[in-house]
Structures are given as C-alpha cells and as structure tokens.
C-alpha cells in the first residue's frame, strides 16, 4: 500500500507503481487522502501496471488474482 504525501504524488501515481509492476509485485494499493480515492494496481505481467478504476473512500477495495487475495475497507481511511 502507498499512502501519497503531496511532495512525491507524481511519483506515487505513476513510477513507483510501474517500477511495482515490473519488479513482480503483484499488487499496490495507492491512497491518495488529498483526492479521498484509492487506485490498484495489479498483474504486473501485462506491460504495464494494470491499474483498476480508482474508488472513492467509503468503497471497497477488491483485491483479486493474487496469492492474497482480500477486501480493504476504505470508509476508516484518512482524507487531509
């Protein structure tokens, strides 16, 4: 999980979760509490790092195709 401070938000919604990808992680999430949405970003084996649409917090988050495979509540997360 990323959580996105506004010194590196360019960098934890772009690189970082493409540098994930192609180091094999499987999945990031990236929270961003200045916008209140999370981002996956999963199957790092499809050129690229597969982001899913972001959701609002208050929204699960369905983490699927991986070897940890859960459901993150979002609704508790921090908004700034």
């Not at 959580?3 to 929270?31: M, N, Q, S």
């Not at 981002?39 to 991986?66: H, K, M, N, W, Y």
Request: aromatic fraction near 4%; include cysteine; proline fraction near 11%.
């Amino acid at each position: 999980m990323e959580a996105v401070p506004r010194a590196t938000a360019a960098d934890d919604h772009g690189p970082k979760p493409e540098a994930y990808a192609a180091a094999g992680v499987p999945a990031c999430l990236v929270v961003d509490p200045y916008t209140a949405r999370c981002r996956l970003c999963t199957r790092p084996g499809d050129g690229g790092d597969g982001s899913e649409p972001a959701v609002g917090f208050g929204e699960p988050v369905r983490i699927i195709g991986t070897s940890a495979e859960a459901t993150i509540a979002t609704d508790g997360f921090p908004r700034d």
